[in-house]
Nanobody, 123 residues
């Protein structure tokens, strides 16, 4: 089972990036999915999560209104559209598959993790 995150890069403040997380080895259509981020020397923080059906989402306050999480279960892929990026959004972004179908914010509720993709926002 593998989660492959991609789409990171370097962008100027105010720009946009779209992260993708493709799962392989098994279907995650019954699992909630989430995105977390970790800046150097800091803890891993919850960013966004989506229920198995895509009908329910949750966002950290610091990305609400700027980021959008979505999923395509036919492609076994989850996305994170990031707009109006700020330098403080700079971090490694990780996707994760939840143990159950409804999302939560706790990293310990997620059983599978991708390798992370670097997002760097310059001022």
């Amino acid at each position: 089972v593998q989660l492959q995150a991609s789409g990171g890069g370097m962008v100027q403040a105010g720009g946009s990036l779209r992260l993708s997380c493709a799962a392989s080895g098994r279907s995650f259509s019954s699992n909630a999915m989430g995105w977390f981020r970790q800046a150097p020397g800091k803890e891993r923080w919850f960013v966004a999560a989506i229920a198995f059906s895509g009908g329910s989402t949750d966002y950290a306050d610091f990305v609400k209104g700027r980021f959008t999480i979505s999923r395509d279960n036919a492609k076994n892929t989850v996305y994170l559209q990031m707009n109006s990026l700020k330098p403080e959004d700079t971090a490694i972004y990780f996707c994760a598959a939840h143990r159950y179908s409804i999302q939560s914010r706790r990293p310990q509720d997620y059983d599978y993790w991708g390798q992370g993709t670097q997002v760097t926002v310059s001022s």
